[in-house]
């Protein structure tokens, strides 16, 4: 880039014109005398501004770098936590798969023992159902025969009543006719 310092050769001569204009004008009176500032090192000042910019682009990416690496460095930590967690939940979930498989082949050996003894009290409720029938007739039998027993017994014990009555009033008799033969005997 040129330097600004060159004004284009038309602007140039238009200051020309009107100095000249204003020194005829104003004659030999005014005298000006212009201090320029001694001439800026464009180059070099780019140069610093370059070296500013430089130390600044270098310092940004330290920074970067840095704030780069720590956010890495956060990230591996909570992968490798998030790895750890993720063996340890799948290790608790194979173990739960595992006890389920364990409850479930359990429960279904208790349904099957279960139903064997459903089926086991079915058979043993009638077959004793059927026993108990059994001996339900056998103690009506029973039960019939001894009311016929008592019956008899009854009766038999009306005729020994009726026989021991009739035994005693033989007896008398007999007595009595004893008492009569003696008396009979002793005249």
Do not use: H
Not at 26 to 31: A, E, K, T, V
Not at 104 to 129: H, K, P, W
Request: net charge negative; glycine share 2%; charged share 30%.
């Amino acid at each position: 880039m040129p330097p600004a310092a060159t004004a284009p050769p038309l602007a140039q001569r238009n200051r020309e014109q009107k100095m000249s204009s204003l020194r005829c004008q104003l004659g030999d009176r005014l005298n000006v005398e212009v201090d320029a500032a001694p001439p800026v090192d464009l180059n070099r000042v780019l140069d610093e501004m370059r070296c500013q910019y430089e130390t600044l682009v270098e310092n940004n990416r330290r920074d970067a770098e840095e704030w780069f690496n720590t956010q890495t460095e956060e990230l591996n930590q909570q992968v490798v936590s998030s790895s750890e967690q993720l063996q340890s939940c799948q290790a608790e979930i194979m173990e739960l798969r595992r006890t389920v498989n364990a409850l479930e082949i359990e429960l279904q050996a208790q349904q099957s023992m279960r139903d064997a003894l459903e089926s086991t009290l079915v058979e043993t409720e009638a077959r004793y159902g059927s026993q108990l029938a059994q001996m339900q007739c056998l103690i009506s039998n029973v039960e019939a025969q001894l009311a016929e027993i008592r019956a008899d017994l009854e009766r038999q014990n009306q005729e020994y009543q009726v026989l021991l009555d009739v035994r005693a009033r033989l007896e008398c008799e007999i007595n009595t006719y004893r008492g009569l033969l003696e008396s009979e005997d002793g005249k």
